[in-house]
């Protein structure tokens, strides 16, 4: 440029130059605003200005306005770009501008390096020519890349507030979708709002081309500008490095997950927490969608060592088929795998030939059988058959997802024990039970047998007279007034048992009708079932099941003390009127009382045995304490402390010791037998008391003024008809 100019000139752009750096590094201003005004110049700070060529990056511009200390100036404005890397310069109107007059302005303001001659030339012929315009003037050299990184499926900004997102196509990727697909059910799954960027096994995420020899840069101002690095993402879950082609790409299908720096493919498979079933994702996809193959999922599950065993490939198909004919899915989620769920194992299974509705009852949670219900004698011949077992088989176990073992429950077994009496029989999984001989079929501890069996084809009278047998008793009609019926075992009257007849079992009894008279009396050593009891006296051991009513009678069970109301038993069914029906364990009963008939007692006892133990230890302890008394009261001695009788003892010549000795050691015995008595006592008190606490009186629908219900030595009286209720003892006090 022009060496003429005279020093204050040069001075002047000196000045404009150096203000004008000074502004470009002042803060940021409202473009709206004049910022400075020197020596005639403006300057302004512009914000991002768009440019056509993808090498522009300007960020912010400071336009320099020189006509006030050159003429030539006057309608032109030089521009720097803020990263320095452009000038450009706008002629609007004005005066010839020369090349070398421009390049000398230039130098002025810093510009040093990157001038473009030909372009200068440019703006010269505009100035001449009066065209207006805007001529890129000088270039900096940009630095080369060391390292080149190109994401052609996303992109990764930064937010005014520092944040990191990443956008596919435009729309930002949703950074949730992993803890979504991390949700414990799946219905949750299918009610939240799912956008993601699907992409197939082999899609190029990202590429890194590496330059180590990358050169410097330098800007318009001449300086340095070092070798940069493009962001580089770190390759997370099912992202692969090909080495063959050096780029980074999605390891099987999946959603695009991208976490700060990381970028991962999720498989669009959701297992539940039980691992007994596995899910295919239907996310809403961001730009064209891309739907899984079959061999995709089937890789997924692979993947995820979902076992195939489990995978659903029928649906997986039909689902696959679809979507390559373009149909949408409206469903979330599909099921692709399932468990194979354990098969639990059979139980075993008794079905009984020998009238099973009326002998044998329910089976208990123990697997034994609850026999109350049964008759007493239920005969049999050689030949017949007797039971059918299903038997027991193994659970099959099944496995989840993942094929851990889900362990099958095997079958339960049950037990009845045969004697040998009986003939097995065992085929294909069944075995079949004959009897070898004629007689009764009995239950015992979960035991059948084949009793032999004592048949009488009428009643027991005159006749017959007393009968006294060790084996079950079948009496086709009814035990009359006055006669004795006995058996070690169990026995069956298809009658009554008359006024005075006296009759005690081993074990069951069963009565086809009703127990009558005040002078009779029947002992059941097993259970008792009866349809009714009028005024007898009846002791059982079991339990006592009456199938219409007790009427004025004492009846005394250790078990429980059912009384059924059943309509064909007559009006009276389902209750106790008058008399003593005392159980040591339950009482239920439908109706208690009756509004015409007072005396009803219904009463919770302890166990008749633990009743006779008492008195036993109360008498001998009675026994004890006198033998004390006695022996004490002869014995020479003031003290009983051992020194003094030892001391005592050695005194005495040897014929007078010896008797003595003897009488000492047994009122030793006798105290040590009265302290174990009183142990004793205390322990079958507790057993007594807990009896009475744990047991009740249930009477279901209604209780009649004057029923007295006791527990023990504690009693209440019913003072008005009142329903149903269920009497316990707490706290010594009775309850309802």
Known sequence: MSKSRDKRSLDSLDDIYLEAIKTSESENRDESVLSEDFLSGTVFSAGIRAESDSESSYGQLVIHSLAEHDPAWFGKEVAISADKMRVTVKVSLGNRLSAYQLNYGLEQLGVTHGVLWQALTEVERYSKSGIQGEVLVARGTPAESRRSVNLPEVQRVSAIDGSIFWLAEGVKIDSTLRSVLSLEQIEKIDHSVMIAKAVSSGTV????????????????????????????????????????????????YGYLVCEEDTISVLPPIWISPDRRSAYYVNCTQIGSPVYPSSDDLLHCLSQLNVQEQTIRKNIIKKLTDRFAQGQLLSAKSVKIAEAIAPRPGRNARYDFFVDIGEMVGPIRSDGTFDLCSRNSVVLVVLGDLIAEKTTVTKGVDGFDVFGEVLKAEDGIDQHVAFDDVVRVEEREGQIFYYAQKNGNIRFSLNKLTIADVYIINGNVDVNTGNIDRQEDLLIKGSVLAGFMVRSKGSIDIAGSIYNGAKVLAGNDITVGEGIIGIDTRVVVLGNLTVVYVQEAEIIVKGDATVLGYIYNAVVRANGTITVVSDPQHGRRSGRIISGLTCSSKAIVVSKAGHPSRSGTVIAIHPDPEHTGQMKKLE?????????????????PFESFDSVVIKKALAQLPEEKRKPLIKLLTTFNNLIKRQQNIELLRKELSGKMLKNLRTGSIQIIQEIRQGTEIQFGDKKICIAEDMGGATFTLYGGEIFW
């Open 205 to 252: 995420l990202f590429s890194v081309c590496q330059n180590s020899a990358a050169k410097s840069g330098m800007n318009v101002m001449g300086e340095i500008i070092d070798p940069d690095e493009d962001f580089l993402p770190v390759a997370g879950d099912n992202v692969r490095h090909n080495e063959a082609t050096g780029v980074y790409e999605a390891a099987l």
């Open 619 to 635: 008498e001998e302890g009675r026994n004890c304490r006198e033998s004390i008394a006695r022996i004490s009261r002869s014995l």
